[in-house]
């Protein structure tokens, strides 16, 4: 497990206990050939809440970890008092594909991840060489468990959703636009939806502040 950034803060600042597990296959770490599905890995997690003894969770995911936390909180746990869906993939919505992730140049992907990628981006080609073997491996393993980052599946299993949800976007995201933050928000019982005017795919990068603001007070609620 590892702390980003943005947790470190959260936990700081809210005096709370923020766990971030690292995907199996991540960070160069061993991923077991059946594990292969955000839905394999939502269950993974819930058996770990289990093992740890853990309660009244709010699970925070963005992007593919959206993905993620949508399954788990379709999976149903008492151990699960709220979900936040950060710029999520997953959700199948007609008009508003995603991009070709797979198609993209780091540097591309960096382009759409931003509301400033000018700010933001980095380029890849200056990191270290390490740094770089360990974003091909982490792509590499991207594509295994997200594909082209749909599951048609997923929309039948989210109205069956019973916890709180919030869904926050970023408006400037080009790698899946607000409407389709709309759908998860419309398709889940109860969910309300933040758009953050000044993000793209990453608020908890460009916007830390007022993510944390947002999933503070939507965790002290639940």
Same mark, same amino acid.
């Given at each position: 497990?590892t702390?980003?950034?943005?947790?470190?803060?959260?936990?700081a600042?809210?005096?709370?206990?923020v766990?971030?597990?690292v995907h199996?296959?991540?960070?160069?770490?061993h991923?077991?050939?059946?594990?292969?599905?955000?839905?394999?890995l939502a269950?993974?997690?819930?058996?770990?809440l289990e093992a740890l003894?853990?309660?009244t969770?709010?699970?925070v995911?963005?992007?593919?970890?959206?993905?993620?936390?949508?399954?788990?909180a379709?999976l149903?746990s008492s151990r699960?008092?709220?979900?936040?869906?950060?710029?999520?993939?997953?959700?199948v919505? #007609?008009?508003?594909a995603y991009v070709?992730f797979p198609?993209?140049?780091? #540097?591309e992907v960096?382009?759409?991840?931003?509301?400033?990628?000018?700010r933001f981006?980095v380029?890849?080609?200056?990191?270290?060489?390490?740094?770089?073997?360990?974003m091909a491996?982490?792509?590499?393993?991207?594509?295994?468990?997200?594909?082209?980052?749909?599951?048609?599946?997923l929309?039948s299993?989210?109205?069956?959703?019973?916890?709180?949800v919030?869904v926050?976007?970023?408006? #400037?995201?080009?790698?899946?636009?607000p409407?389709i933050?709309?759908?998860?928000?419309?398709?889940?019982?109860g969910?309300?939806?933040?758009?953050?005017?000044? #993000?793209g795919?990453?608020?908890?990068?460009?916007?830390?502040s007022?993510?944390?603001?947002l999933?503070g007070?939507?965790?002290d609620l639940?």
């Amino acid at each position: 497990m590892t702390v980003l950034p943005w947790a470190a803060a959260f936990a700081a600042t809210r005096s709370a206990e923020v766990i971030v597990p690292v995907h199996p296959g991540f960070q160069g770490t061993h991923r077991p050939e059946p594990l292969r599905t955000p839905r394999g890995l939502a269950e993974l997690y819930l058996r770990m809440l289990e093992a740890l003894g853990l309660e009244t969770v709010t699970v925070v995911g963005n992007s593919i970890g959206g993905w993620i936390a949508a399954e788990i909180a379709a999976l149903g746990s008492s151990r699960v008092s709220a979900v936040v869906l950060v710029d999520a993939v997953g959700l199948v919505v #007609a008009g508003h594909a995603y991009v070709d992730f797979p198609s993209l140049t780091p #540097a591309e992907v960096a382009a759409r991840s931003y509301h400033d990628p000018a700010r933001f981006g980095v380029d890849p080609s200056k990191l270290p060489p390490e740094a770089q073997a360990a974003m091909a491996g982490n792509r590499a393993t991207l594509a295994v468990y997200g594909g082209d980052m749909t599951d048609p599946t997923l929309a039948s299993r989210l109205p069956g959703i019973d916890v709180p949800v919030l869904v926050v976007w970023g408006a #400037a995201d080009r790698i899946g636009d607000p409407a389709i933050g709309e759908a998860f928000a419309e398709r889940i019982p109860g969910a309300r939806l933040e758009v953050i005017s000044d #993000a793209g795919h990453l608020p908890q990068i460009e916007t830390p502040s007022r993510l944390d603001e947002l999933v503070g007070s939507f965790a002290d609620l639940h």
